[in-house]
Nanobody
Framework: QVQLVESGGGLVEAGGSLSLSCVASGSIFGIITLDWYRQAPGKQREWVAGITRDGTNYAEVVKGRFTISRDNAKKTGYLQMNSLKPEDTAVYYC???????????????WGQGTQVTVSS
């Protein structure tokens, strides 16, 4: 069964850091693109950051504080979050285009989400 599983969320004080992971498992060749989204209570899900073979992109509200990266061998994406603010509190989701095996095809998957809470 192909799936994405996030981990690394938790409670942190403002100004602190957290590192999220997103592991792709199942019959896949690898991750093609990976994005992180977040959804705060009562708000719509918003895009946070993305990574492709060509580079990375960030939402303005996290630029300079968050860093997205990936380890192709481990089929894992990461989101390093520094200088966290209370307004970063949300459930964080990873979303990825995966190259499925054994017959190569692309398919999009969402993880189940991980809660990040930043206290003031």
């Amino acid at each position: 069964q192909v799936q994405l599983v996030e981990s690394g969320g938790g409670l942190v004080e403002a100004g602190g850091s957290l590192s999220l992971s997103c592991v792709a498992s199942g019959s896949i060749f690898g991750i093609i693109t990976l994005d992180w989204y977040r959804q705060a209570p009562g708000k719509q899900r918003e895009w946070v950051a993305g990574i492709t073979r060509d580079g990375t992109n960030y939402a303005e509200v996290v630029k300079g504080r968050f860093t997205i990266s990936r380890d192709n061998a481990k089929k894992t994406g990461y989101l390093q979050m520094n200088s966290l603010k209370p307004e970063d509190t949300a459930v964080y989701y990873c979303n990825a285009d995966l190259l499925l095996a054994p017959r190569p095809s692309l398919s999009n998957y969402w993880g189940q989400g991980t809660q990040v809470t930043v206290s003031s």
